[in-house]
C-alpha cells in the first residue's frame, strides 16, 4: 500500500492545526494535515443564511450566525496581525449591558458594584489553591452579598463554561492576569463571520495539503517517525507517515473512551498525557442564533413587556439561557442565546431543535412577549450542540483545584516526535480563546522546526 510520507502530520484542521502549518510551510517544511470533518475550522463554525439581508459597511451581505467562536478577545497581536494580513475587518461591540432580575431591568451600574468587588477579591486572593465555590462560602457568604454573589457565578461559569465548585480559583487569578495583559475589556467581532479567517488561512496553505474525512484512529510512533492510519469516509484505512506529528485534538478527544468515534490509540501509549488530559475538565455551553425581521425588543408593549433600547449585552436569572447578546454596533435584528457550566449540562444531549424551543422559552420569560409573538418575528435560527459532536465532546476547557500544571504536562513534546497544541494544552491563562489555539499551534511549530533541525 501506498503511504503518503512527509516532513510533519498535523492532526486536526481548526485554528491550532492551521496556525502550526501556516508557519511551517513558511519556513519550508513539508506538512499534511487530517481533519476528519469535511470542512476546517474546528470550532470555529460560521452558517450563511440566505436571509435576511442587510448592507453593511457598505456592502450587501447575507446574515450569518457563528455556531461556534465568535469574538476576538483583547488585543492579542498575533491573531490580530492574522485578521489584518487577510485584510479581514473587525468590528468592536458596544451598547449597553442590561440586567433583568424577576422581570425588572436593573441599573446596570449599582448590580456591578457588588460583583466587581467579589471579583477583585477572588482576583486578590492569597493561599492554597481552591474551587471559586469554597471561596465564595469563605468570604462571601452573607446575605448582603446574594445577589452579588448570583451575578459572580453567573460570570465564571458562562465566561469559562466551567462548574463553580471545581473551577480552581489559582487558575482563574491566570486567566484573569492574561486578560489584563492584552486589554481584554476590548472585545470584537469578525465582520461576516470567523470562517472567513479560515478560508484565508486555507487558500494560503493550499487544498492539496489538507486532507478532509480523514478519522486519525492509530498513531504509532517512535523517535524520528510517526505512523498514522486513518478511517476515510467510504470506510477505508489509509496509512500516512512522517518524521514528526503535532495532535491538535480538543480535550474532549482526549478524554473519549477507548474505540469511540474521534478516539486514537497510540503505540506506544501516552501515559503522562492520559493523565494530564484526565486532571483537566471539558466544559459545557450552548447558543442559540435568532435572525428577526425587527427590533421588537426595543419597543415599548404591553404591561409585563421589557424594552431594551440599543441593547448589547443582556444578563437574567433565567435557569436555561440567562445570556443573550445583539450584534451591536451593527443594526441587525439578531439576537443570541448563551448558557455555560453548571447550568448548559442538563442540556448536553438536546437535539437542535429542543435548544431552539427552550432558547426561544427563556426569551419569552425574559422580555415577558409570547411565544407566538416570538415566532411571527423569526426569519432564521441556528445552534449546534459541541457536547453532542463526535469530534469535540464539549465547548472548550477549564482547569480544575489542583491541576494547574495540567495544560503544561499535556503540551511537553515527547522525544522530539510527538508535539501537542491546542487551547486545552494553553499554559498562559488564554484557555478556551481563538488566540490561545492559535499561540499554542504557532509554539508546537517553533518546537517542531527546532527539533527536524537538531536531527
Not at 110 to 125: F, M, P, Q, R
Not at 166 to 175: E, F, G, K, P, T
Not at 303 to 326: C, E, K, M, Y
Not at 342 to 347: G, H, K, S
Request: glycine content about 8%; aromatic content about 10%; overall charge negative.
Amino acid at each position: 500500500m501506498f503511504m503518503p510520507t512527509t516532513d510533519v502530520l498535523i492532526i486536526g484542521a481548526g485554528i491550532a492545526g492551521l496556525g502550526a502549518a501556516l508557519k511551517l510551510q513558511r519556513q519550508g517544511y513539508r506538512m499534511t494535515i487530517l481533519e476528519a470533518r469535511n470542512r476546517a475550522g474546528g470550532r470555529i463554525a460560521t452558517v450563511e443564511h440566505q436571509q435576511p439581508s442587510s448592507h453593511i459597511n457598505g456592502t450587501k451581505s447575507n446574515a450569518w450566525s457563528e455556531l461556534g467562536a465568535e469574538f476576538v478577545h483583547g488585543m492579542e497581536p498575533h491573531l490580530l496581525s492574522l485578521f489584518n494580513e487577510a485584510g479581514l475587518l473587525l468590528n468592536e461591540e458596544s451598547g449597553p449591558f442590561s440586567f433583568i432580575r424577576s422581570g425588572q431591568v436593573l441599573d446596570a451600574h449599582e448590580d456591578v458594584k457588588g460583583s466587581a468587588t467579589i471579583l477583585a477579591a477572588l482576583y486578590a486572593y492569597v493561599g492554597p489553591d481552591c474551587s471559586a465555590q469554597d471561596f465564595l462560602q469563605r468570604h462571601f457568604a452573607s446575605k448582603h452579598w446574594q445577589q452579588a454573589r448570583a451575578q459572580v457565578v453567573s460570570y465564571i461559569e458562562g465566561f469559562n463554561a466551567a462548574r463553580l465548585e471545581d473551577v480552581s480559583v489559582h487558575w482563574l487569578q491566570q486567566c484573569q492576569h492574561a486578560a489584563d495583559s492584552i486589554n481584554e475589556e476590548r472585545q470584537f467581532r469578525p465582520l461576516f463571520g470567523y470562517s472567513r479567517l479560515i478560508d484565508w488561512l486555507v487558500q494560503q496553505l493550499g487544498s492539496e495539503n489538507i486532507v478532509y474525512e480523514q478519522e486519525v484512529r492509530r498513531l504509532s510512533w517512535s523517535p524520528g517517525s510517526v505512523t498514522v492510519q486513518t478511517r476515510n469516509a467510504q470506510g477505508e484505512r489509509e496509512n500516512w507517515q512522517a518524521r514528526a506529528t503535532i495532535v491538535t485534538i480538543p480535550l474532549g478527544i482526549w478524554q473519549a473512551p477507548a474505540g469511540a468515534r474521534g478516539a486514537i490509540a497510540y503505540e506506544p501509549d501516552l501515559p503522562s498525557k492520559w493523565k494530564a488530559a484526565q486532571d483537566l475538565r471539558m466544559g459545557a455551553a450552548m447558543r442559540v442564533v435568532f435572525h428577526f425581521d425587527d427590533f421588537f425588543w426595543e419597543q415599548e408593549g404591553e404591561q409585563q413587556q421589557i424594552a431594551l433600547p440599543g441593547l448589547g449585552f443582556l444578563r437574567s436569572d433565567d435557569p436555561t439561557f440567562p445570556v443573550w447578546w445583539t450584534q451591536a454596533p451593527l443594526r441587525v435584528p439578531t439576537l443570541t442565546a448563551w448558557v455555560g457550566g453548571t447550568q448548559a449540562l442538563p442540556l448536553a444531549e438536546a437535539d437542535e431543535a429542543s435548544l431552539v424551543e427552550q432558547a426561544l422559552q427563556a426569551l419569552s420569560r425574559t422580555i415577558g412577549r409570547s411565544i407566538e409573538t416570538l415566532r411571527s418575528h423569526i426569519l432564521a435560527t441556528a445552534t449546534h450542540n459541541w457536547s453532542r459532536d463526535p469530534y469535540a465532546r464539549g465547548a472548550y476547557s477549564y482547569v480544575p483545584v489542583g491541576a494547574v500544571d495540567a495544560p503544561t504536562r499535556l503540551a511537553e513534546p515527547l522525544e522530539n516526535t510527538l508535539f501537542f497544541a491546542g487551547e486545552a494544552t494553553d499554559t498562559l491563562g488564554f484557555t478556551g480563546t481563538v488566540h490561545s489555539a492559535l499561540l499554542t499551534g504557532y509554539r508546537a511549530a517553533s518546537e517542531v522546526t527546532t527539533a527536524l533541525q537538531i536531527e
